[in-house]
């Protein structure tokens, strides 16, 4: 891998990183799951990123890979929740993902 690879991944894995972080502090109880999805797309747009795919947020017992269709009116309140944000730069992708539990359960 050259060099302008290697620095498209990081700079990419640098704001994935950023927007999941800030995806993790919009996620809490009466929070709207499609909001938190337009404000983590808008940051990586912000950061200078594409979308990998669309950020996605799955509850309870899905695992992973659920999109919120445009009229989602899920509010989060107790569920266990996986945030996923991927981004790229030119093609090169990094993915990255994190699990919050509001219920206190888990």
Do not use: R, W
């Amino acid at each position: 891998m050259d060099q302008e690879t290697i620095q498209k991944h990081i700079q990419a894995g640098k704001i994935a990183a950023e927007a999941l972080h800030y995806g993790k502090s919009l996620i809490e109880p009466g929070a709207k799951v499609i909001e938190i999805l337009d404000k983590i797309e808008e940051k990586i747009h912000q950061l200078g990123g594409q979308l990998a795919f669309p950020a996605q947020i799955s509850l309870n017992e899905f695992a992973a890979h659920s999109c919120s269709d445009l009229n989602d009116a899920t509010i989060l309140k107790d569920q266990v929740i996986k945030l996923d944000v991927g981004a790229h730069i030119d093609g090169y992708i990094a993915d990255n993902a994190l699990t919050i539990d509001l219920s206190g359960k888990h």
